[in-house]
């Protein structure tokens, strides 16, 4: 197996890696941007194509797979060429297809364009962890942390800003017009950009070789868990306040804001954090935090103020879990965009998975198997941390 030598002789010094983490920092804003336009657009897209719904609803599934592929694939391009010129391409990318999407009047057509969203996407999601971590090396931990923040920053604007032009316009052509038009800016910024050198590799022995292959399973799984059931929860949210007798549409669409609230803070808070406090003991806290958070509300499951205090609590801490994890991963090995391209695929998988596990049962066992599903994904996500810090400590015998 081979091994990656970290270099962090970025050519400017600090000044260059103040630049090139405002350039990653940009591009996860319209990537957030983008991610969270489509919920909001789908009656436009619907009405574009002639089509019902839950034949438009194809999207989803069709932007989850390009983004599984792009997890898969995208990364191996950041060990080849030189990184910002490949995400600037992604980002450009992007913002062609975006412009195209309204175009469409044939739900197959926008099918298609929707998986290469997904692809490119994903490339951009990869790129930009991978080449942080290869700026910042061991110091990533609160710049992560803050990538983080401005993609959910994006992701919370979106339907803020498409709400505003649909207003005006009232078309859904004008809202993916002025999406591309505010994410090509991006493209320019890191394609005039120097890139961070790609990491060389070496020859590892063959005792780490394992641990190593295992180390990225297990991360892999964990990110699986932990932000599937992020995801889910987001998804399932509202529709269990509705659905539970707990508060109406309005109480609904409060306690989304609330855990999307909660998370943005969490995400600034970990930036002060993480600088001070070692990544395992934040994971290990937060996924307890979680654990307690959803178990008061299983206990209490008629009460509105449980309810709150519980969301408030998970979306703290969860927040970080992402951010941290690749922190961590860091510290423990080589970060390479194949190996990036992992994590990030088993994030995509548990966003398709556990959501779509809740919706499963929703229905036939109420609205309370959201909560016990995303309570049996953290404990087991609890379960596979720990192994990971035994097989971390096994591995770093062998340094």
Same mark, same amino acid.
């Given at each position: ?9 970025? $050519? ?10 405002? /350039?990653?920092?940009v ?19 619907? %009405? ?8 438009v ?5 069709? &932007? ?5 592929i792009?997890?898969?694939?995208g990364?191996?391009l950041? %060990? ?5 010129k ?16 309204? @175009?469409?009047? %044939? ?8 998986l ?12 930009g962890?991978? *080449?942080? @971590?290869?700026? &910042?090396?061991e ?18 604007? #979106? ?9 005006? #316009? ?14 090509? $800016?991006?493209?320019?910024l890191?394609f005039?950009?120097?890139s961070? &050198? ?6 590892? $022995?063959?005792s ?8 990225? @399973?297990l ?9 599937g059931?992020? +995801? ?13 007798g707990?508060?109406?549409?309005? #109480?609904? !669409? ?9 998370l943005?803070?969490g995400r ?6 993480? #600088?001070?406090?070692?990544?395992r003991k934040? *994971? ?23 309810l ?15 951010? +941290? ?29 556990? $959501?779509?596990?809740i ?5 036939? !066992? /109420?609205?309370?198997?959201?909560? @016990? ?5 953290v ?8 192994i *990971? ?8 015998? &062998?340094?």
């Open positions: 197996m081979k091994t990656l030598i970290h270099k962090q002789r970025i $050519p400017g010094g600090s000044r260059n890696k103040t630049l090139l983490t405002i /350039g990653y920092y591009a996860f804003v319209v990537l957030g941007l983008r991610l969270g336009s489509l919920g909001p657009t789908l009656p436009g897209l619907a %009405d574009n194509t002639n089509t019902s719904f839950s034949q609803s194809s999207l989803f599934i069709a &932007h989850a797979i390009g983004y599984l792009g997890s898969l694939q990364g191996k950041y %060990d080849r060429f030189s990184g910002n490949v995400l600037a391409a992604m980002i450009s990318a992007m913002a062609i297809t975006t412009f195209v999407v309204p @175009i469409f009047p %044939d739900l197959r057509l926008l099918v298609v364009c929707f290469i969203l997904g692809i490119v996407e994903a490339t951009i999601d990869v790129g962890n991978t *080449l942080l @971590i290869w700026v &910042h090396g110091k990533v931990a609160p710049f992560l942390n803050g990538l983080y923040f401005w993609v959910a920053f994006g992701a919370l604007m #979106s339907p803020i800003m498409i709400a505003y032009i649909l207003s005006k #316009s009232g078309t859904v052509s004008l809202v993916y017009s002025v999406l591309g038009l505010l994410i090509l $800016p991006a493209a320019l890191l005039l950009s120097g961070p &050198h790609i990491q060389k590799t070496v020859d590892e $022995p063959s780490k070789k394992s641990n190593g292959t295992l180390l990225i @399973i991360i892999s799984m964990f990110l699986f868990l932990t932000v059931s992020s +995801v889910g929860l987001d998804s399932w949210i509202y529709t269990y306040v509705v659905e539970t707990l508060g109406n549409e309005k #109480s609904g !669409s409060f306690i989304t804001a609330v855990y999307w609230g909660t943005l803070i600034l808070l970990a930036v002060l954090l993480t #600088s001070k406090i070692n990544p934040i *994971l290990f806290t937060n996924v307890l935090g979680c654990i307690v958070s959803i178990g008061l509300i299983l206990l209490f499951p008629n009460s509105f103020n449980i709150f205090i519980g969301i408030c609590g998970l979306g703290l801490s969860m927040s970080s879990l992402s951010p +941290v994890t690749f922190s961590m991963a860091e510290r423990l090995l080589p970060i390479s965009g194949r190996t990036t391209g992992w994590f990030v695929a088993g994030i995509s998988a548990g966003c398709m998975f556990i $959501p779509w596990i919706g499963q049962f929703f229905e036939s !066992s /109420g609205p309370i198997v959201t909560m @016990i599903t995303i309570l049996s994904a404990i087991v996500a609890l379960c596979v941390l720990i *990971l810090f035994i097989v971390a400590q096994k591995r770093s015998k &062998h340094t």
